[in-house]
């Protein structure tokens, strides 16, 4: 469409001049020749329609490209809002999921603490009640070993006395088995004594 609107206007513009030289020629040379002269300026008429025709053809579709250009930007620009558009609104959802990701996370991140500090009140709880168990136990223990070395030193004291007079009655029956028998045997019985 285009080469032929551009060779019929570059035909009607060489028909044009030449139709409209060849009028003037006539008119200022033959002005007498009417019935030439009115079908060349017929052909000048007919030549100039057809020039016109072409002008305004390529007018159209110069004005063509223009809006199909235009309506290939437009949809460009629509496609790229629409693209704007989704990814606005996917990262806004995905702004919004993380942030109620975040929340989530605080709440159970302040669950988890005040259970933690709970944990830990308990904790010390247990650890007071064996401290003062502990020191209880120990106070009892210490009070019972009191008690122990106190009947174990009463013990050993009685124990003492009995196995002193014990000894004291072994040596009265040795001396007086010995003043029977010779003098050596007394002599043994002293050293006796004197170690008990």
Same mark, same amino acid.
């Given at each position: 469409?285009?080469?032929?609107?551009?060779? !019929?206007? !570059? $035909?009607?513009? %060489?028909?044009?001049?030449?139709?409209?030289?060849?009028?003037?020629?006539?008119?200022?040379?033959? #002005?007498?020749?009417? /019935?030439?002269?009115? #079908? %060349? *300026?017929?052909?000048?008429? %007919?030549?100039?329609?057809?020039? %016109?025709?072409?002008?305004?053809?390529?007018?159209?579709? $110069?004005? *063509?490209?223009?809006?199909?250009?235009?309506?290939?930007?437009?949809?460009?620009? &629509?496609?790229?809002? =629409?693209?704007?558009?989704?990814?606005?609104?996917?990262?806004? @959802? *995905?702004? =919004?999921?993380?942030?109620?990701?975040?929340?989530?996370?605080?709440?159970?991140?302040?669950?988890?603490? +005040? /259970?933690?500090?709970? @944990?830990? &009140?308990?904790?010390? &709880?247990?650890?007071?009640? &064996?401290? @003062?168990?502990?020191?209880?136990?120990?106070?009892? =223990?210490?009070? +019972?070993?009191?008690?122990?070395?106190?009947?174990?030193?009463?013990?050993?004291?009685?124990?003492?006395?009995? !196995?002193?007079?014990?000894?004291?009655?072994?040596?009265?029956?040795?001396?007086?088995?010995?003043? !029977?028998?010779?003098? /050596?045997?007394? *002599?043994?019985?002293?050293?006796?004594?004197?170690? $008990?």
């Amino acid at each position: 469409m285009k080469k032929k609107t551009g060779s !019929t206007l !570059t $035909i009607s513009a %060489v028909a044009f001049i030449a139709a409209l030289l060849v009028d003037l020629y006539l008119i200022l040379v033959y #002005p007498t020749l009417v /019935e030439v002269i009115i #079908p %060349v *300026s017929l052909i000048v008429i %007919v030549d100039t329609y057809f020039m %016109v025709d072409a002008i305004l053809a390529k007018v159209d579709d $110069i004005a *063509s490209i223009s809006i199909d250009k235009t309506n290939e930007l437009t949809k460009v620009e &629509k496609g790229i809002y =629409s693209v704007a558009k989704r990814e606005e609104t996917a990262r806004n @959802q *995905s702004m =919004s999921a993380l942030l109620d990701l975040l929340l989530e996370l605080k709440e159970e991140n302040a669950t988890l603490m +005040h /259970e933690l500090s709970e @944990q830990d &009140k308990l904790l010390a &709880k247990a650890n007071i009640k &064996k401290a @003062q168990d502990n020191t209880a136990n120990l106070l009892t =223990s210490s009070e +019972h070993i009191a008690e122990l070395l106190a009947k174990i030193a009463s013990e050993n004291a009685d124990s003492k006395a009995e !196995t002193v007079e014990i000894l004291n009655d072994i040596c009265k029956a040795l001396e007086e088995r010995n003043e !029977t028998t010779n003098g /050596e045997s007394g *002599s043994s019985l002293k050293a006796l004594k004197e170690v $008990i």
